[in-house]
């Protein structure tokens, strides 16, 4: 079974009363950290749990040593995993507002801890969910507590020494997921520091989806990423942002053609930005 799945909304819903099933409503705003669990508490597909970015999917924000949204610690995670009611069988659908940027966060630390089977994004997330005509509950959701055990896989994170250490190899292949302006310094919202990683190049995460907010065809993912690739490894992929969240869509858009998962630099450019030490590219 592949890692990477998508779900349509017509599917989901023929199955969202199915026994077993987990479903997690991920949406959360930057500018306004209340907005998911506000929205979530206005309505919600029906039987889903509310997954907050960063009470639920980020640990504590150390300043001036992690980035703005460092993994959580293991053990917690599994904790709430459980208490949203997954087992290690379980199917477990994620959705957003539509991106997907933050269900595909939710969908790579279930695979860091090892949960890799049964896992669907809700492809155009609540936007398509609403253009399919189907409507939102606000029912409260009793939840049997799930006995999902599972360990963090090394091998998926990249330190900033570790990347410092890789920079300039000819083998690395370093995708930023920041839009164009941020990438090349021209603009920062966010962080203190405008521009990026050297030697990376930009993979805007919201190239992996077509007009409709919906994932490329298979086939014009595989274009997109075989350009950045170019003769090199896709095992020596890694991938980065501003926080260590939309990464993880270019990770799972990689999956859904076909590549392997790639590692993740977790800390991301709110990370690397704390050291002086580390290199800064502005421009292409």
Known sequence: MP??????????DLKKDQPGLV?????FALEDPDYGQRSY??????????ADLERDL????????????????????????????INADSEVVLYDDGPGAFAARAWWLLAWLGKREGVFILDGGLKAWHAA???????????LRGTFTGAPDSALVLGAEQLQQRLGQPALTLLDARALPRFKGEVE?????????????????????????RFLPVDQLKLRFAAKLGSRSPSDLVAYCGSGVTACHNLFALCL??????SLYAGSWSEWINDPAHGIAIGE
Do not use: M
């Open 58 to 85: 980020s640990g504590p924000v150390v300043k001036g040593v992690t980035g703005r949204h460092p993994l959580p610690k293991p053990e917690e995670l599994i904790e709430r995993l459980q208490a949203w009611g």
């Open 257 to 262: 053609a076909g590549y392997p998962l790639a």
């Open 41 to 50: 508490a206005e309505g919600h597909i029906a039987g889903a749990r509310f």
């Open 133 to 143: 005509g189907l409507p939102l509950s606000l029912d409260a959701c009793d939840t």
């Open 3 to 12: 890692i990477a799945q998508l779900i349509s909304p017509q599917a989901l």
């Open 189 to 213: 919202p966010i962080d203190p520091i405008a521009g990026h990683i050297p030697g990376a190049q930009c993979a805007a995460f919201t190239d992996n989806l077509g007009s409709d907010g």
């Open 23 to 27: 479903i997690l409503d991920c949406r």
